[in-house]
């Protein structure tokens, strides 16, 4: 693990917020030569914004981010940081999921 730099959490974006703060850390992990662990957004009991107004529980179905939803995150936010020399889409990303379960 003594190649890895800072961890990093990569949330959904919506239409009004798109955060890139996690682009900037892996982009300082990769100048300086380690690995960025990414550790992916889930939404599991989040409320309906409409029924919260009303003071209603009504939950939105689980999400959980796909690494294809995090990697073109990723990649959108190295272009609009306009850092495509050290992150574009010959940048290798490694995903795994669920792992030691049995399905």
């Not at 890139?20 to 889930?42: A, M, P, Q, V, Y």
């Not at 107004?53 to 990649?75: G, H």
Request: hydrophobic share 35%; proline share 3%.
């Amino acid at each position: 693990l003594y190649h890895f730099g800072e961890t990093v959490s990569i949330v959904f974006w919506t239409d009004t917020w798109r955060p890139t703060s996690f682009c900037e850390k892996i982009i300082e992990n990769r100048r300086r030569g380690l690995h960025t662990l990414c550790l992916l957004d889930i939404k599991v009991k989040e409320q309906d914004e409409a029924s919260y107004m009303k003071k209603k529980k009504t939950y939105l179905p689980p999400r959980f981010m796909t690494t294809s939803q995090a990697a073109s995150q990723i990649l959108e936010s190295a272009k609009e940081l306009q850092v495509e020399d050290l992150i574009n889409d010959n940048t290798l990303f490694l995903g795994a999921a669920r792992i030691g379960w049995s399905d």
